[in-house]
């Protein structure tokens, strides 16, 4: 089993910055990354940025340029610095684990950004 942690959601102004944190521990081997989706109320999961074993990133169209997706040392951890916030960014925010059997999720951390 995987266990994921997210931190570093909040409440944030329009144009603000937030960092999120995902540490992942339990039978962590054979990654093939890890990512951040996201969903507001009544919408779908969406994907927001991944990162591969090799250190390969895709964003979603709607962040590219204002979120960085990063890998802490150890290669169990992932970041997402998010810049230059809108209102439409507001959602919960889902880490995502995955080796070569299964991809694991986080219990999510919300992210709110004010008008």
């Known amino acids: 089993q995987v266990q994921l942690v997210e931190s570093g959601g909040g409440l944030v102004q329009f144009g603000g910055s937030l960092r999120l944190s995902c540490a992942a521990s339990?039978?962590?081997?054979?990654?093939?990354?890890m990512g951040w989706y996201r969903q507001a109320p009544e919408k779908q999961r969406e994907m927001v940025a991944i990162?591969?074993?090799?250190?390969?990133?895709n964003y979603a169209e709607v962040v590219k340029g204002r979120f960085t997706i990063s890998r802490g040392n150890a290669e169990n951890t992932v970041y997402l610095q998010m810049n230059s916030l809108k209102p439409e960014d507001t959602a919960v925010y889902y880490c995502?684990?995955?080796?070569?059997?299964?991809?694991?999720w986080g219990q999510g951390t919300q992210v709110t950004v004010s008008s």
């Open positions: 995502q684990y995955c080796n070569k059997d299964a991809c694991y």
């Open positions: 339990g039978s962590i081997f054979s990654i093939y990354g």
């Open positions: 990162i591969g074993s090799g250190g390969s990133t």
